[in-house]
């Protein structure tokens, strides 16, 4: 059962730039998350884009959505920033049914010691190799399927909208 | 949805004691790992005993196993020491079947840092959510039935055995 | 021996805010740093300011000049900002010659993990007890008088001018 | 001004093996320690043994002062043992005081994430850059002469007997 994995950026792979003291992208960490994990997991890793999801585009979703449709895997993972993750798996899940579709992401980065990002990473791997068809965001330890999430913002954990 | 969690020790919860320079256990980590994932999911968490594997006995696999048929959940998490984690869910498996009973473990200590625990903690969790009724070993971002699965202890990683 | 510590911000103490994805100052992480190194240095630690250096204002650096001569302590760390460290050292410098003050401060967040923080406090504490009077900064294992220091904005590393 | 680093082991530069559980010793940490402390002291690192210091003999003394004696620099830092490193400094200050030698361990393993190491390598090479000619403990953020030093087995931590 191979997982395919498309990277877009999000607070999971920002860095800090030492000589600027901004946060920056550079290479994505899944390699390096999936080694600590010591992973198993058939994975093939695609970098899409790497950027915050505050400037994601509809032009960005749509490569995503492509990218999705195309693959020969029916198990997918999308790594994305928090803010639109919600509005990006809507943008998937209107256009894609057969396949699972999994979207997570994290509120401190990787880079950052003290991140949610490898336990998200493992719980969302778990859910796209068990769930039913159909696109969720994996987030918190649990999984919302797209039209049934949000992320409130004065706490920073998802919650179902119903 | 309700998991219950029990925790048996293993290397997930060893500690470096800087007097003696020995590994030891003292509290388990499940709820600092927990918080680090900004788990929501509704977690009951009881620790059985906080042992080794090694020294597990069968007297031991029985009270694991009296308590989780007892307990109300019927998604049920333990955290187990790796060398003897078949033997444990082979033999809950022998005794339940109605339950969703997911065993993991860690390869590294989660206070030393580099720890795979942390991605097991949220794979495992993810699959007790998800997986239909059965006992599995969740190791390495995958899950294996009890009856279908073993440690390699040449690579340290887990295995089919069919 | 008694060391005084003023704390006036700095990477140092920079934190990630989880909510907005900006850095920001909270409560000095001296005291959490000091613990871990097992420190027994007899220190007294007092917040100044939090700031970033590039937003420090002469007043700052009187304030700053103002508690180094009044304190009884003849051996005083301050933690600083790097862009604007040797600014504040020369300005300490050129009105204090009877006290070892040492300057020193992060490229990398302490809370970040991969922070150079811990090596340099510990270099820092032990310059304060062992350096004649005189004004330095404490960088990169080293010590430079404050008329001989500059930071290199290409590489982030500190150098002599002369 | 060079300072020449003789590695012989201690918890410093003990692992986790995850195969065994057992800690081990395999390459000396010091050069990432240094990379991760930014530090550009002027260094030339050489192991010496890689041994836990309970195992340290008279022999291996005699190698570690042949070392201190032959090298063409007087600024020497040992990493060592912290439960016999009282010994090891109280062999060589008996035959060798025309350097400053400072020798420095952690209680826990820099590999652990929570170590003390960093601190004490920062403060030990400050120390070796500016105290006089001697043989020196440096642990807790202090320097200890070598004949006035102990560590207290209940605390773990160094003091002076007099």
């Known amino acids: 059962m191979k997982v395919k994995v498309f990277v877009t950026g999000g607070t999971f792979d920002k ?17 390096e998350m999936l080694k600590l994990g010591r992973s198993k997991i058939d994975v093939d890793i695609r970098t899409l884009m790497m950027i915050d999801s ?20 029916d198990k997918i993972l999308i790594t994305h920033g928090t803010d639109t993750i919600v509005e ?4 998937i899940a209107a256009d894609l049914q057969d396949k699972t579709v999994v979207l997570t992401g994290a509120m401190v980065p990787y880079a950052f010691g003290s991140s949610d990002g490898l336990f998200n990473l493992g719980s969302a791997l778990a859910f796209a190799q068990t769930l039913p068809s159909g696109v969720y965001v994996a987030m918190n330890g649990k999984y919302y399927p797209a039209d049934n999430v949000r992320k409130n913002k004065q706490t920073g954990f998802f919650e179902e909208i119903k």
């Open 15 to 31: 860095e800090y730039n030492e000589l600027t003291g901004a946060l920056i992208f550079k290479d994505s960490h899944l390699s």
């Open 88 to 91: 990006t798996a809507k943008f």
């Open 54 to 73: 505050l400037d994601m585009q509809e032009g960005d979703r749509k490569i995503i959505l492509d990218h999705c449709k195309k693959d020969p895997s």
